[in-house]
Structure formats: C-alpha cells, structure tokens
C-alpha cells in the first residue's frame, strides 16, 4: 500500500451539457480552476456511441490489452473518480461508470470518450496540500497513481 495525506480544498457543482465528451471537459475545467487533484462523482445519462474500457481482454497477460464497448443506446449513469497530474503537469482524470438502460448495465472507465447525453451532473471535490501524480509504470504500461 501506498498513500499520502491532502486536504481537502474548494467544492465545485458542475453540469456538463448535450454532446459534451465528459474527461475533456473536466480536465479543461480543472487547468482552467487551476485544480491540481481531486475526487468527484457523476450522475446523469450518457449518449449512444460513448466509448468504454471495459476490462482486460487476459486477465493477467502482458502487455496488457484493453477491452472496448461501445455504448448502443442512451444510459443513466453514475460514476465516481479522481484527478491527478501526469508527469507533465497535465490533469487526468480516472473514472468509471456504471451505465443501465432498462435491465442491462455495464461499467467501465471513460477515458476512450464518453458523450453527455441533455445532462450530467458532477461535484469535484478539490485536493490541496498533495504533490501525488499520475506516473509511467514500466511493468504495467499504465500511469499510475503515487501518493507522495
């Protein structure tokens, strides 16, 4: 395990719009608050053609190779995540979804392109008083988060 304090810094209540592709708008938002890191949760509904990472396609095999889903008609959503720097500076967000539509659900992370479908609401719950960061991972390929 690895971890780090931070504190907890300005509250932000956000609605993202119809067509809006959900990681880019929050990352835009958060260099435009200068947000560095924090946590947030969404709800709402999410378009038909949003995109998933699903899963591995081998449990444990490497290099590892990503699962993708493509969503086929409007969902309702709710998803929780963080945001944290990359090695450049540059906020990322790290979010999953669960996604229904009548008794069918899928959950996933978002980073391949999620599209709001009329609304989606998120708080963000800023992050002070942390250098943690998103880092490259050589085992893996991924960047990973390291509390520091």
């Known amino acids: 395990m690895m971890y780090s304090e931070a504190k907890q810094g300005r509250v932000f209540v956000i609605r993202l719009e119809d067509g809006e592709i959900i990681h880019e708008k929050v990352e ?3 260099k435009e608050h ?3 890191a924090a946590a947030l949760i969404a709800v709402g509904g999410i ?8 899963g591995p396609k081998e449990g444990r095999s490497k290099p590892v190779t990503p699962m993708e889903h493509v969503i086929k ?9 963080t945001l944290f720097p990359d090695a450049a500076g540059n906020p990322v967000l790290h979010m999953h979804m669960a996604c229904g539509r009548s008794a069918e659900t899928v959950t996933g992370c978002i980073r391949k392109g999620v599209k709001v479908w009329h609304v989606l609401e998120l708080v963000l719950w800023e992050l002070t008083d942390t250098n943690s960061a998103r880092l490259p991972d ?8 390291v509390p520091r």
């Open 73 to 81: 008609d409007v969902c309702e959503i709710s998803g929780t995540g």
């Open 34 to 36: 200068s947000i560095k």
């Open 47 to 54: 378009d038909k053609d949003s995109r998933l990472v699903v």
């Open 138 to 145: 050589k085992e893996t390929g991924f960047e990973l988060l």
């Open 28 to 30: 835009a938002f958060a």
